[in-house]
């Protein structure tokens, strides 16, 4: 905890030589006969970003619960600071900052109103939560909205004013549960930029999220969930590398269906078929493309194999009923 | 690091599945949340204050005048023998009663509910250091200290009315706020229970609406069968009023001990049991 705030500006290259600021040690929920999440483990290190990116019922939000204390896991531990959860769980929450997945703004507050009264349950007095509020709400991009009720805010507004309020006692970690879910992409940039700002001011976060670029832009380490489990772990670039084919190429149009199944296939070390489209997932891609010449009537797509590819193997394309 | 931070050790959820019945952790975190509730209402205070008084002074004017008109003086155990009284002091000593009961239980439910499931509000309150039992106690106190507000408005009207100038009356206060916690800790319960808002009209008809009927608010308890008055005399409110009504007429409240015992017993438990039963409600 010490090392942490006396630490020099942190990097994520430097993150792993640090002990970990948060640690989750196998970790076990079930609701009656449905395991949650199962035999969980993961650090966070000091000035890093976890994301944290499964599909909905992948146990995310029970894990963040538990995270904070909130929910009692059936076994398995959760550390962070120095402190142990649920034990310690006002003393690590005081250096915590969390942004839920539903806004929990007061809505018969002011945005400046808000962030007094948050700061409050911390402890902080008046005087000296009131001498943060500019800054928070310049952080937030909302000064000129500082007697505004959340009611009159935008979506995006509001979730940069629920970060703020996370920000009222200085955390050194920051846990976002899907912080850009129905943002607009203008609001999800400047949220993106905000984090960044954040990331390198050396604060640590945890993030979880359905938008694969976001993961990819802010996190400097990913955790795969599926059926409350983890399976796989690693930056961005590597997992991708682990797990996939560098070249995608995508297919569609009258036909494609088709080609999936005709000699072109040996083309690709693995196709798969969503809907209409065709991927072929290959390390050579030039053959393929060269071999797609014969049918001019479909249409294709060759680029780089990305996050949401990575996504779909290893969690599958199929819509899950509790989806 | 802050004051709060510093301080707190052991206070969060104690360990692993433990029991909705396990003691309460109190603490003086509830204070910030109090004090969110107390700057909600200061901007509404005025209109929330009519809409509070005016129902309950209509009551009395219109029963206490209009029935008082017809009832004349009313007969009630006193501490040396039966005593005659107009029938609206003894409806407003009842219904003062009544109306504590009333303004607890309404922000207990419907305000606490919009604020624990509506807003979410308590969701974020648990997101920094506050616990859950302390969320409870604030929301607890706080429908209390709105009853006593209440119950202070009415009493100023009725002194102005000339109902009773008892000097005794200043200890009526005390009690009634003693009342609202009784009841804001029983709506509670009931409270941590609710899927929606429509939960809490069978707590008003089925449960309130015959209370009053059955503590002596509007008719003296002597007219029950004996049958129900052994129910009545068990009754919260029943207790309370048997507390507040001498005082109205300037005398002393007989059996103190066992009403205010019966009325901290109906607390007690039922503080506990809404802490257990909103502790279960949020898995904590």
Known sequence: ?323 | MNTVAAQSTSTGTSGTNASVWRAPQLSLRFWPVFLRNLLVWRKLAIPSLVGNIAEPLMWLVAFGYGMGALVGQITVAGPSGPVQVPYILFLASGSICMSAMQAASFEALYSAFSRMHVQKTWDGIMNAPVGLDDIVLAEMLWAAFKSLFTVTAILGVMLALGISHSPKLLLAWPILLGVGITFSCIALIFNALAKGYDFFTYYFTLFLTPMMFLSGVFFPLEQLPVAVRVVADWLPLSNAVQLVRPLFMDQWPANVARHALVLLAYTGVAFWVALALTRKRFRV
């Not at chain 1, 670029?213 to 996190?219: S, T």
């Open chain 1, 1 to 323: 905890m010490q090392t942490a705030q006396t630490a020099p500006k942190i990097t994520a290259t430097v993150s792993t030589t640090l002990p970990p600021l948060f640690q989750v040690h196998q970790l076990c929920k079930r609701y009656g006969d449905a395991t949650v999440v199962d035999d969980l483990s993961f650090e966070i290190g000091p000035g890093e970003c976890l994301g944290v990116i499964g599909p909905n019922g992948a146990g995310k939000t029970t894990t963040i619960r538990m995270c904070l204390g909130l929910t009692a896991p059936d076994s398995g531990s959760v550390h962070a600071l120095g402190l142990e959860m649920p034990r310690d769980a006002l003393a690590i929450k005081a250096q915590l900052g969390v942004v839920s997945q539903m806004d929990t703004l007061d809505p018969d507050f002011t945005c400046a109103e808000n962030l007094l009264v948050y700061g409050r349950y911390f402890g902080m007095r008046d005087a000296q939560i009131r001498e943060r509020i500019p800054a928070l709400l310049e952080f937030a991009s909302l000064s000129a909205k500082a007697n505004a009720r959340p009611g009159e805010l935008s979506g995006g507004m509001k979730r940069r004013l629920s970060l703020a309020r996370a920000l009222v006692n200085d955390p050194k970690l920051l846990m976002l549960d899907e912080p850009t879910t129905g943002l607009d992409p203008q609001a999800r940039h400047l949220m993106w930029e905000r984090l960044q700002l954040l990331l390198g001011q050396g604060k640590s976060i945890l993030l979880t999220t359905h938008f694969m670029d976001e993961a990819e832009r802010l996190c400097n380490r990913l955790l795969v969930l599926d059926h409350g489990r983890k399976i796989a772990e690693g930056t961005p670039r590597n997992l991708i590398a682990e797990h996939l084919e560098p070249d995608v190429v995508e297919v569609f149009g009258v036909g494609a269906l088709a080609v999936a199944e005709s000699p072109l296939r040996a083309l690709a070390a693995r196709v798969e078929v969503s809907g209409e489209t065709v991927f072929f997932y290959t390390a050579n891609a030039a053959a393929l493309l060269q071999a797609l010449q014969a049918h001019p009537q479909l249409r294709t797509l060759h680029r780089p194999a990305n996050l949401e590819d990575l996504f779909l193997k290893l969690t599958g394309r199929q819509i899950r009923e509790e989806a």
